[in-house]
């Protein structure tokens, strides 16, 4: 119900609009005009739009002009909250038009009124509103506006003038981007048009058209799916089916594009393991808002929803679900476009894992080569190969050498061969193997305990082995053993075995061990290396060696070697010279004989019988003069030790 109020009725009236609430009972007022004091309204229409239940008001409105309502204008009201307030829009122009005695809306006398002929009329999104000039005109005027439209359109309807058949495009109307396949709804507001319209389409920008729709009805609105080529030059005109030449176009250029979808993963050689969590990705081209999910278990004949809306990053986490198949696909679209990209075939399956072997019963001896291998299904990643000596109780890697190489290995081998060992290198009854997921949680062992067989330990000394060895040499003491754990002890007989002294304890079970020989000498010596773990266990040299003691060389013959006089010199007479020579093994202390010749060695004279052995003597050459001169130079206690000049020297006057 809407009604006039105001503290000045005549000069100051405002609209109002009262409704009831839901158990009939009215609620206080709204006011409908929006403007300050001063100024009237009057002649409200009220009208409801059934599409969406805006609440519109039409009325006179003097706000803009003077307070006695001389020069008026047309306005609505409008709610979208069901009358409790309103939103004020000016539907005619300023100065006005069609008001009064002409359209140009001349001031009146005040004494005229204006009649009852304002009504208003709102329907999909658009308010339609007629009224009249002045009581003496037989003209009536009818705006047009949309919903948050900022400038309406007018015609003015009576007995002299027609109004004009009008279609205006609203929806696409430029700038839109529509994709190949998506149903967009195309929408249009016409004015006095007969009969059915014409929808067409231009892919130039309006150079060519091809029809979407040849001879539908005139509602203002038609679905229709986008179709290709993509453009980006599009536009939509709607035309009148019996006057052609009433049409409108889409006001600016369009988008059609064709969206792509490419699935990249799962692969063809996928197998997804039901209760795993697993990545889709994809990349999609032109494609806008948010893509869905979708699984078929049957090669694409029939589709489940597993993912209904998600962004269009390309990457989605899914925990994958049974029942299993090996027809399963993954199918990525768009929520509001429909492009979409299909993976291809791959398999879905519940994750398996299961020891084959050794499975319970064998029997296997330390050092044996054997396969230990697996069966699994639906299984990706690295596997951890275990060894227990005690039903299950602990575990402990399988030994390796190098070592850890079945700490990690592709699921996928199946099998391995491995080099039975155990870390003591004692055997069980007991044993059995673990393959286990490093990624999935799954594992298995062999259903019942196996044998694993030690050897008997051995120690086989290699070496020394027969030969002599002597007292304070370095010997290399080696040995080779089988089932032997922990340290062992090297021990050497002197008389065949039956008594034993040791050369080192607790060494490490290396082979090998450097042995610096100690006396006494024997020819029966024997070495053993003995397990400190197992007294019984030993290795003793599989030959007896001698040990000799070193027995010094003797000492170098002693050597006199003369320097000087050594040949050449020219000696005279009176005069004091020097004779020089070298030694080796002999003491200073002892004495040296020194000689002349004078006929090349035939014959000698003593020149002194205990010179000192220093290494000089002074001499005082004597005649008679000479060129066949020679000296020589003897050991007092050791003839052996001579040396003389190598050539003549002279002695002259």
């Given at each position: 119900?809407?009604f ?6 005549a000069?100051?009236g405002?609209?109002?609009l ?6 009939g009972?009215?609620?206080p007022?709204?006011?409908v005009?929006d403007d300050g004091p001063?100024?009237?309204?009057f002649q409200p229409w009220?009208?409801v739009?059934?599409s969406d239940?805006k609440?519109?008001v039409s ?13 008026m ?9 069901g009358?409790?307030?309103?939103l004020n829009?000016q ?6 038009t069609?008001?009064?005695s ?6 009146r ?7 009852d ?9 658009v308010?339609?509103?007629t009224?009249?000039g002045?009581?003496?005109?037989t003209?009536?005027?009818t705006?047009?506006?949309?919903y ?6 007018f015609?003015?309807?009576g007995a002299?003038?027609p ?5 205006t ?17 195309v ?11 014409r ?5 130039d ?5 091809e029809?979407?729709?040849?001879n539908?009805?005139?509602?203002g ?25 009433v049409?409108d176009?889409s006001n ?7 969206p792509?979808?490419t699935v ?9 393991p ?8 994809w990349?999609t ?17 029939n589709?489940?929803?597993?993912i209904?809306s ?7 986490d899914?925990?994958?679900?049974g029942p299993?198949t ?14 979409f ?11 398996d ?9 064998e029997?296997?001896n330390i050092?044996d ?6 069966d699994s299904?639906a299984?990706?990643g ?9 039903d299950g109780t ?5 030994l390796?050498n190098?070592?850890?190489?079945f ?7 199946g ?7 155990t ?7 007991k ?9 999935m949680g ?5 259903d019942d ?23 304070g040499?370095t010997?290399s003491v ?13 021990f ?9 002294t040791t050369?080192s304890?607790?060494?490490?079970n290396?082979?090998s ?12 010596a024997?070495?053993?290396v003995?397990?400190d773990?197992n007294?019984n ?5 599989q030959k007896?060696?001698s040990i000799?003691?070193?027995v010094?060389?003797p000492?170098p ?8 006089p ?11 010279t ?7 093994g002999?003491a200073?202390?002892t ?9 090349n ?7 002194n ?9 002074t ?9 066949q001169c ?8 050791n003839?052996?030790a ?6 003549n020297?002279t002695?002259k006057?």
């Amino acid at each position: 119900m809407t009604f006039i109020g105001g503290t000045g009725f005549a000069n100051d009236g405002d609209i109002w609009l009262s409704h009831t609430d839901s158990t009939g009972r009215f609620q206080p007022a709204a006011r409908v005009n929006d403007d300050g004091p001063g100024s009237s309204q009057f002649q409200p229409w009220v009208s409801v739009d059934p599409s969406d239940g805006k609440v519109v008001v039409s009325f006179y409105d003097a706000r803009n002009h003077d307070p006695v309502n001389g020069q008026m204008q047309m306005f609505v009201g409008e709610s979208t909250d069901g009358g409790d307030t309103f939103l004020n829009r000016q539907v005619t122009t300023d100065p006005p038009t069609g008001m009064n005695s002409s359209p140009n809306n001349a001031r009146r006398d005040q004494s005229q009124d204006y009649g009852d002929f304002s009504v208003s009329l709102a329907r999909d999104g658009v308010d339609f509103v007629t009224f009249t000039g002045t009581p003496e005109s037989t003209n009536f005027f009818t705006g047009a506006v949309t919903y948050g439209a900022p400038t309406p359109f007018f015609l003015a309807v009576g007995a002299q003038t027609p109004i004009a058949p009008t279609i205006t495009v609203t929806s696409p109307n430029g700038e839109e981007r529509l994709a190949v396949g998506q149903l967009v709804t195309v929408r249009w507001i016409s004015s006095r048009v007969q009969g059915n319209v014409r929808v067409e389409l231009s892919r130039d920008g309006g150079n060519n058209w091809e029809p979407v729709f040849d001879n539908t009805p005139n509602d203002g609105f038609e679905q229709w799916t986008v179709t290709g080529p993509q453009t980006f030059q599009a536009r939509i005109r709607v035309s009148s089916v019996s006057d052609p030449s009433v049409f409108d176009v889409s006001n600016e250029d369009f988008e059609i594009i064709t969206p792509t979808v490419t699935v990249d993963g799962p692969t063809g050689s996928d197998v997804w393991p039901v209760g795993f969590v697993r990545r889709i990705t994809w990349h999609t081209d032109q494609l806008d808002g948010p893509v869905q999910v979708l699984l078929s278990r049957d090669g694409g004949v029939n589709w489940e929803s597993i993912i209904d809306s998600t962004d269009n990053d390309g990457i989605e986490d899914w925990l994958v679900t049974g029942p299993g198949t090996d027809q399963a696909q993954i199918r990525v679209q768009g929520v509001d476009v429909p492009a979409f990209g299909d993976s291809p075939s791959f398999q879905i399956a519940d994750a398996d894992l299961t020891l084959s072997a050794p499975n319970g019963g064998e029997v296997v001896n330390i050092g044996d080569n054997i396969t230990v291998s697996w069966d699994s299904a639906a299984m990706t990643g690295q596997v951890a190969l275990e060894l227990s000596l005690n039903d299950g109780t602990t575990w402990e890697p399988l030994l390796t050498n190098p070592p850890g190489q079945f700490d990690a290995v592709d699921v996928g081998v199946g099998s391995v061969q491995w080099t039975v060992a155990t870390k003591s290198g004692a055997g069980s009854d007991k044993a059995r193997i673990r393959v286990r997921s490093l990624g999935m949680g799954l594992q298995d062992e062999s259903d019942d305990s196996f044998t694993i067989v030690a050897p008997e330990p051995q120690i086989q000394v290699l070496s020394p082995s027969g030969g002599s060895v002597n007292i304070g040499a370095t010997q290399s003491v080696t040995w080779q053993s089988k089932a032997v754990s922990g340290t062992v002890s090297v021990f050497v007989s002197r008389n065949g075995g039956s008594t034993w002294t040791t050369v080192s304890s607790k060494q490490k079970n290396t082979g090998s061990l450097t042995w610096k020989v100690s006396g006494p000498a024997t020819n029966t010596a024997l070495v053993r290396v003995c397990a400190d773990k197992n007294s019984n266990c030993k290795g003793d040299s599989q030959k007896p060696f001698s040990i000799a003691a070193v027995v010094p060389p003797p000492p170098p013959a002693p050597t006199l070697t003369l320097t000087s006089p050594n040949g050449g010199e020219s000696l005279k007479i009176g005069t004091p010279t020097t004779i020089r020579w070298t030694y080796t093994g002999l003491a200073v202390t002892t004495k040296v004989k020194i000689e002349l010749s004078r006929n090349n060695g035939k014959a000698w004279q003593l020149v002194n019988s205990a010179a000192p052995n220093t290494g000089s003597a002074t001499w005082k050459v004597t005649g008679a003069a000479s060129t066949q001169c020679l000296v020589k130079i003897t050991s007092t206690s050791n003839a052996s030790a001579t040396a003389k000049s190598r050539a003549n020297f002279t002695i002259k006057k």
